[in-house]
């Protein structure tokens, strides 16, 4: 079992940064990918970035340049670094993992970009 709990969202400027924390816990053996997704209002969930196990790290269109996935396996941790924040990057950032086939989800942290 795969449990995720996001932390670090909240309300920040246009052009501020943030980081979103999100702790594992469980067993890791079997993780196929872990990744952020964001939801914003009236908006279908979208993945934000990917970071398979066997492949390469991919960011949506959207936020390459800006956010950087990361994991630290010491802290059982995954990262998403946010700069240069846009208001059209307002959201619920949730984390995921896939293992053997399962997804699994955290319950979501909100970002809001305004003045």
């Known amino acids: 079992q795969v449990q995720l709990v996001e932390s670090g969202g909240g309300l920040v400027q246009p052009g501020g940064s943030l980081r979103l924390s999100c702790a594992t816990s469980?067993?890791?053996?079997?993780?196929?990918?872990l990744g952020w997704y964001r939801q914003a209002p009236g908006k279908e969930r979208e993945v934000v970035a990917l970071m398979p196990t066997y492949s390469n790290t991919n960011y949506a269109d959207s936020v390459k340049g800006r956010f950087t996935i990361s994991r630290d396996n010491a802290k059982n941790t995954v990262y998403l670094q946010m700069n240069s924040l846009k208001p059209e990057d307002t959201a619920v950032y949730y984390c995921n993992a896939v293992r053997y086939g399962r997804s699994f989800w955290g319950q979501g942290t909100q970002v809001t970009v305004s003045s």
């Open positions: 469980g067993s890791i053996f079997g993780i196929d990918a």
